[in-house]
């Protein structure tokens, strides 16, 4: 359905550093492209598992905000990948935010959870389906 989803950022370097050690985590390579676009703003491009994540310098020169009521998740293969993509947001200048990471139910279905702010303040989550 998606073809990449885009996060902006006030510091381009500080996303890199911070993406690069979050997405490790979950197998990705650090960025994988870095352009600049025809207004000279700075991207960065992870692609994993057919998927991109896309961090950039607003175009419109306005400082960048996250979304409100926004939420990246990103898939994890075990609780044990949920907390270390937890640690690693932690340890790069991401904050903890709602409950800490742990097991919470949705209906019928039952999930292992984590939500961080990164260093821009976007909100992210890591999940685990757990199986039925």
């Known amino acids: 359905m998606f073809n990449h989803v885009m996060l902006g950022t006030n510091d381009i370097e500080r996303s890199r550093r911070f993406y ?3 997405l490790r985590v979950l197998g ?3 960025a994988a492209a870095t352009s600049t676009a025809a207004s000279g703003h700075q991207r960065l491009f992870y692609r994993h598992g057919g998927n991109t994540l896309a961090l950039s310098q607003p175009i419109n020169d306005e ?3 996250p ?3 926004s939420t990246l998740a990103f ?3 075990s609780p044990e990948r ?4 937890h640690d690693a947001a932690l340890a790069h200048g ?3 935010i709602e409950n800490p990471p742990g097991l919470r139910t949705l209906g019928a279905r039952a999930y292992y959870l984590a939500y961080v702010r ?3 303040g976007n909100k992210l989550c890591a999940l685990h389906r757990v199986p039925q």
């Not at 949920?82 to 993509?85: D, K, L, N, Q, Y």
């Open 20 to 22: 690069d050690a979050l």
């Open 118 to 120: 990164d260093p821009d």
């Open 28 to 30: 990705a390579d650090a």
């Open 63 to 65: 400082p960048a905000t």
């Open 75 to 77: 898939l994890c293969d």
């Open 67 to 69: 979304g409100n009521g």
């Open 82 to 85: 949920v907390h270390a993509f």
């Open 94 to 96: 991401g904050v903890s």
